[in-house]
């Protein structure tokens, strides 16, 4: 790990892009529905939409992917950007770390519209990793949404904000409901590294 800067780990979809938003109108025209039906309380795969019959998630990813470029045209979660500007002009290092490669024969269009996005938005980054495994990039503090990949960097020791929906309830905190919320626990996080007393998020 680069310990000459404080490395903050950020998941997109759900923490700094508003994914599920993004994927419940899509799935409004891929299911037929109207919108009004399609609950925001939401498991992780969006089985509340009744999507299985329709072919599952991973069918329904791909269609707004190659087809609704979603990585694109998602709108940001409000303040994300800015509070990641806020953030990186204080010296923290924004690491984005994502699990956006799991289908294949997409990844291409995956990569270019991520990067796009980010540019478009002017969010700061100084790493970019598509990966599933987390915890292997490091970061001093990371931030996610989706239960299991929690639990997963939680088993390492990392240090993890859950960033709250529907899908995490269930989790233990440190929790943020907002990107101030974000702003405050990151900071708190960096004067902990700074004085050495980083662990106090640890969470099993």
Same mark, same amino acid.
């Given at each position: 790990?680069?310990?000459?800067?404080?490395?903050?780990?950020?998941?997109?979809?759900?923490?700094?892009?508003?994914?599920?938003?993004?994927?419940?109108?899509?799935?409004?025209?891929?299911?037929?529905?109207?919108?009004?039906?399609?609950?925001?309380?939401?498991?992780?795969?969006?089985?509340?939409?009744?999507?299985?019959?329709?072919?599952?998630?991973?069918?329904?990813?791909?269609?707004?992917?190659?087809?609704?470029?979603?990585?694109?045209?998602?709108?940001?979660?409000?303040?994300?950007?800015?509070? &990641? +500007? $806020? #953030?990186?002009?204080?010296? @923290?290092?924004?690491?984005?770390? %994502?699990? !956006?490669?799991?289908?294949?024969?997409?990844?291409?269009?995956?990569?270019?519209?991520?990067?796009?996005?980010?540019?478009?938005?002017?969010?700061?980054?100084?790493?970019?990793?598509?990966?599933?495994?987390?915890?292997?990039?490091?970061?001093?503090?990371?931030?996610?949404?989706?239960?299991?990949?929690?639990?997963? &960097? +939680? $088993? #390492?020791?990392?240090?993890? @904000?859950?960033?709250?929906?529907? %899908?995490? !309830?269930?989790?233990?905190?440190?929790?943020?409901?907002?990107?101030?919320?974000?702003?405050?626990?990151?900071?708190?996080?960096?004067?902990?590294?700074?004085?050495?007393?980083?662990?106090?998020?640890?969470?099993?």
């Amino acid at each position: 790990m680069d310990n000459s800067s404080f490395i903050f780990g950020v998941d997109l979809d759900g923490v700094v892009g508003d994914f599920y938003g993004a994927i419940r109108n899509i799935a409004s025209e891929w299911l037929n529905k109207p919108l009004d039906v399609l609950t925001t309380e939401v498991s992780y795969g969006l089985k509340e939409w009744g999507i299985d019959e329709f072919g599952g998630y991973d069918r329904l990813h791909r269609f707004a992917v190659t087809q609704r470029n979603i990585f694109r045209d998602m709108v940001p979660i409000e303040n994300a950007p800015a509070i &990641l +500007r $806020k #953030l990186s002009n204080q010296g @923290i290092r924004v690491r984005i770390i %994502t699990y !956006r490669l799991f289908l294949k024969y997409s990844h291409r269009s995956t990569i270019t519209q991520t990067v796009d996005w980010l540019d478009n938005f002017d969010i700061p980054y100084w790493d970019i990793c598509f990966m599933n495994d987390k915890g292997a990039v490091g970061a001093h503090v990371y931030i996610d949404d989706a239960p299991e990949n929690i639990k997963n &960097l +939680r $088993k #390492l020791g990392c240090n993890t @904000i859950v960033f709250n929906n529907s %899908t995490n !309830r269930e989790l233990p905190g440190p929790r943020a409901n907002n990107w101030f919320d974000v702003e405050h626990l990151v900071m708190d996080a960096r004067e902990d590294w700074l004085t050495g007393t980083m662990g106090l998020f640890n969470t099993k």
